[in-house]
Nanobody, 130 residues
Framework: EVQLQASGGGLVQAGGSLRLSCAASGFTFDDYSIGWFRQAPGKEREGVSCISSKHGSTYYADSVKGRFTISSDNAKNTVYLQMSSLEAGDTAVYYC???????????????????????WGKGTQVTVSS
């Protein structure tokens, strides 16, 4: 079964850090599009950060640039989102998604790109207290 499992969320104070992990099973990350998305209550889903190993490029939403870093470890079939300098506005459920088509990451993180992602994991809650 193709699965993505997001983990690493929790409660953290503003200014703190968390690292989210997305472990894949049933497929390998090589040449896949991978993205992290989040959704807060009453808000639209937002593409946070996306990566393409094939194209060697990444994308970050303006709201997280300089604070979040996306990376992948193909040997472990895992993608990470390192989050630092967390703000109350980062509070949301975070989801990882993947697609076998090697889209450019700026496209993946746009609404139309997110809509087309084939595989989605269950989310992990991130709560930032201020």
């Amino acid at each position: 079964e193709v699965q993505l499992q997001a983990s690493g969320g929790g409660l953290v104070q503003a200014g703190g850090s968390l690292r989210l992990s997305c472990a894949a099973s049933g497929f390998t990350f090589d040449d896949y599009s991978i993205g992290w998305f989040r959704q807060a209550p009453g808000k639209e889903r937002e593409g946070v950060s996306c990566i393409s190993s094939k194209h060697g490029s990444t994308y970050y939403a303006d709201s997280v640039k300089g604070r979040f870093t996306i990376s992948s470890d193909n040997a472990k079939n895992t993608v990470y989102l390192q989050m630092s300098s967390l703000e109350a506005g980062d509070t949301a459920v975070y989801y990882c998604a993947a697609d076998p088509v090697p889209y450019y990451p700026d496209y993946v993180c746009r609404p139309e790109g997110a809509y087309g992602m084939d595989y989605w994991g269950k989310g992990t809650q991130v709560t930032v207290s201020s």
